[in-house]
């Protein structure tokens, strides 16, 4: 086997992987939530903020409502580093199946969004 076959293979694993990451994935949403009790000075209750048509909207939350976002905008995080991910493999399997004779001069990893 060769070396590109090897790499190839291997990236294929990887997206596998990271394809059935996604199904693990749970609720998700945007935003940010706060802990006001934490802030200084302390104040109580908590809040979600997000933006909507370009403009910042701030909720209050319960303790219970403040738990369940605070899981979905962890979740939504995993959700965009994960494609992140998928996109970079998936240049990398794209690329290295790609015709080297017609290309002028080697694609750099900055080119393709790796680094």
Avoid: C, H
Wanted: charged share 25%; glycine share 4%.
């Amino acid at each position: 086997m060769s070396k590109s076959s090897s790499q190839l293979a291997q990236l294929r694993k990887d997206y596998q992987r990271l394809r059935r990451s996604l199904a693990q994935i749970g609720y998700i949403s945007q935003g940010s939530v706060v802990d006001r009790s934490k802030l200084r000075p302390p104040r109580s209750g908590f809040q979600w903020t997000r933006k909507v048509k370009g403009k910042t909207i701030t909720v209050a939350l319960s303790e219970s409502e403040f738990l369940a976002l605070a899981e979905a905008i962890a979740n939504e995080r995993k959700l965009n580093q994960t494609i992140r991910q998928m996109e970079q493999i998936s240049r990398r399997i794209l690329f290295l199946n790609r015709s080297q004779t017609t290309q002028r001069k080697p694609l750099r990893q900055k080119v393709l969004g790796l680094i």
